[in-house]
């Protein structure tokens, strides 16, 4: 079941399983952000009522789980406020149940039994069932649906309904982690829109007006299974700009926008603001190791060893983030020891001249963004040291798209999610045939390391065949990794409830736990 590669931003499932082996256990206050029993300390008792006023950063286009604009991270206070998860994400990337109640592997990770929550209804009163989980993921598996999830949808062999809240789910091949695909997409599970009204979900709040791209209004769901969401409504408006959405905060006319800006992120305590942000971004710059010379593992290797990492980090982080060491990022359960190379500007001339290219020049397709400016100007003047010579050619995020998806790029600038989950980034970027190899690399052995750590049930061979695929991929280059970057939710004082993300490598917060003080 193929999808187009330009769904790419969303086609992989942002959500890491941890690393137990059982079935995964209930946990209410998973969802960062949901009710809980005790109110975050220094909020002061939770407060029911009032309004609460949300900017996106993005607009969208359907309320629909199909859509991937709905359920990328800045987007998802918006849909965990209409649809309930199956699961959601944890602390140090691990994955829990929500409508789920266990999620249970057979011995090798092919055959998997879901059991939901008794008594959870759609907003419409229809009960959401083992049968309404299938045919939520036969909806989104088809090509009309555009959902990027087919993707994901395409490693079940078969489902079958076991009773009112079971579900066997049969895969082409063992997946250990396959509950983490049912974070997002296939686990918001809804009922198909009709024409072109929003999907009906069982989640805090229902749809009471909205303007396509523009605006929702989102009001108390009366019927909802779960706690009470605080707030009567949630207003949510489409703030593209970020110095706008920033501000908006400020002047009060939002109380939570998301941000992934550096400067904001520094200045929002001078400003009286909140911060709830977590490590969920990271730079990196691709090879296309298809064309010459970057289909010598010498060059790209030489440009590694020219870049100061730290350097870059305070340049465009501003002290905000910290270096990334590789595939496997500093909030995953799988985490080992470092081997990225320190710099080295000798080595690189080394390699450079060893490989007959001692005067390198390339052209870097870099982020137009003021971030984006100076990370790409501060690497230009570290390779410069090296004898390197970088063209800077600034593109909007659209052109950015197409060059990575055509792979009409020599080296270009590559800042995502994506690796805020180890697993799928893992296997859905690096193996020879993955569906998002964008630098075109091609290893038997990291193929091979990859595809037995998400088969293996134990947790210690997983996390050690996925560092070993790691340490490979930062000896060949294929990517360079850079800093791993805070993104995340600015607020106002008056927000409460606004939960520590500062072990989420994916940024997944429910409005229903957030209130306004009075």
Partial sequence: MKRPRHVVAAAVSAAVIGLGTGACSVSDDALSGAPARTTPGGDGPAVDGGTLKVGLDRPFTKIDP??????????????????DPLMVNDDNGAVKPFLARSFTPDTDGKVWKLELREGVRFSDGKPLDGQAVVDHVTRLSKPESKCA???????????????????????????????????????????????????????????????PGVSLTAVRNPSYWGAKAHADKVVYRVLPDADSRYQSVRSGDADIVWTETPAQLKQASGDGLRTATGPSSTSTMLFNTQVAPFDDPRVRRAVQYAIDRESVEKVAYLGQGKVSDGPIGSASAYRRASTYPARDVA??????????????????????????????????????????????KPVDPAANGTA???????????????????????????????????????????????????????????????????????????????????????????????????????????????????
């Fill in 149 to 211: 999830c087919a993707v994901d949808a395409a490693t079940i062999k078969n489902m079958k309904v076991t009773g009112p809240t079971g579900v066997t789910f049969t895969l082409t091949s063992p997946n250990a982690t396959f509950p983490s695909l049912f974070t997002r997409s296939l686990g918001y599970v809804s009922e198909a829109p009709v024409g072109d009204g929003p999907a009906i979900g069982s989640g805090p709040y229902t749809v009471e007006s909205v303007q």
């Fill in 347 to 392: 080595k690189a001339r080394e390699l450079l001249a060893e490989a007959g290219h001692p005067d390198l020049s390339f052209e870097y397709i870099a982020d137009s963004r003021p971030e984006g400016q100076q990370r790409a100007t501060a690497i230009q003047q570290m390779l410069g040291e090296a004898g390197i010579t970088m063209t800077i």
């Fill in 404 to 518: 990575l998806m055509q792979r009409k790029f020599q080296v270009l600038d590559f800042v995502t999610s994506m690796f805020g989950d180890t697993d799928t980034a893992l296997s859905s970027l690096f193996p020879t045939k993955a569906p998002y190899n964008f630098t075109g690399y091609a290893d038997s052995e990291v193929d091979e390391a990859i595809a037995r750590g998400r088969a293996s049930m134990d947790p210690a061979r997983r996390a050690a065949a996925y560092n070993e695929a790691s340490k490979t991929i930062v000896e060949d280059a294929p990517v360079l990794f850079l800093t791993e970057n805070p993104a995340g939710f600015v607020a106002s004082s008056r927000v409460g409830g606004l939960p520590d993300l500062s072990k989420r490598s994916i940024i997944n917060v429910s409005p229903a736990g957030l209130w306004v003080k009075r």
């Fill in 66 to 83: 199909a859509d991937t604009t709905l359920t990328s991270m800045p987007v998802m206070i918006l849909a965990n406020a209409l649809f």
